[in-house]
Nanobody, 112 residues
Framework: QVQLVESGGGLVQPGGSLRLSCAASRSISTNAMGWYRQAPGKEREWVASISGDFTSYTGSVKGRFTISTDVDKNILYLQMNSLKPDDTAVYYC????????WGRGTQVIVSS
């Protein structure tokens, strides 16, 4: 079964940037992929997705986050700029359809 491993999280001040990575154990070039997040005490929510050249974002991150893939390296990225405290969450990657079991995610904390 394909494995997805998230990395790149950390502690950052408001207004800062982070780039998250999701390494896949096989090619993801033909899959629609997404980033999701779960804040403390809240349900997991969809953040962004990519399918070929088409990307989409939840309203709260539009204009600040950019999802992309490196198909040669089988990596999904999420560039996060102008981070806000409300972006604090554990971030996960997964397929948009036929999702696999959720990984451990990567923790993002936005705080001064």
């Amino acid at each position: 079964q394909v494995q997805l491993v998230e990395s790149g999280g950390g502690l950052v001040q408001p207004g800062g940037s982070l780039r998250l990575s999701c390494a896949a154990s096989r090619s993801i070039s033909t899959n629609a992929m997404g980033w999701y997040r779960q804040a403390p005490g809240k349900e997991r929510e969809w953040v962004a997705s990519i399918s070929g050249d088409f990307t989409s974002y939840t309203g709260s991150v539009k204009g600040r986050f950019t999802i992309s893939t490196d198909v040669d390296k089988n990596i999904l990225y999420l560039q996060m700029n102008s981070l806000k405290p409300d972006d604090t969450a554990v971030y996960y990657c997964n397929f948009i359809t036929n999702q696999i079991s959720w990984g451990r995610g990567t923790q993002v904390i936005v705080s001064s």
